[in-house]
Nanobody
Framework: QVQLVESGGGLVQAGGSLRLSCAAS????????MGWYRQAPGKQRELDAT???????NYAASVKGRFTISRDNAKNTVYLQMNSLKPEDTAVYYC?????????????WGQGTQVTVSS
């Protein structure tokens, strides 16, 4: 079992920045990859960024150049640095982990953290 706890969400003006954190606990040795998703009201969950155990990262086109995913292995924490935020980035952001399976096959989720970007 893996537990994920997100933090760092909040209200920010357009053009501002936020850093989300996702602290993992439990069977962290089984985690092969982690990702950040978002879900806006009335929309499907979308993948924003991924990072594998080898450090390989990928980004959705909509956030590339603005968001950066990183990790601190000593703290078992993955971060999402979000810069140049836009009102359309408003959503609940979820951290996900792929544990005991393929590095992009996410099977554990956090509870989500709200990000609201005002215009």
């Amino acid at each position: 079992q893996v537990q994920l706890v997100e933090s760092g969400g909040g209200l920010v003006q357009a053009g501002g920045s936020l850093r989300l954190s996702c602290a993992a606990s439990g069977s962290i040795f089984s985690i092969n990859g982690m990702g950040w998703y978002r879900q806006a009201p009335g929309k499907q969950r979308e993948l924003d960024a991924t990072i594998t155990n080898s450090g390989s990262t990928n980004y959705a086109a909509s956030v590339k150049g603005r968001f950066t995913i990183s990790r601190d292995n000593a703290k078992n924490t993955v971060y999402l640095q979000m810069n140049s935020l836009k009102p359309e980035d408003t959503a609940v952001y979820y951290c996900a982990a792929a544990a005991g399976r393929g590095r992009y096959d996410y099977n554990y989720w956090g509870q989500g953290t709200q990000v609201t970007v005002s215009s």
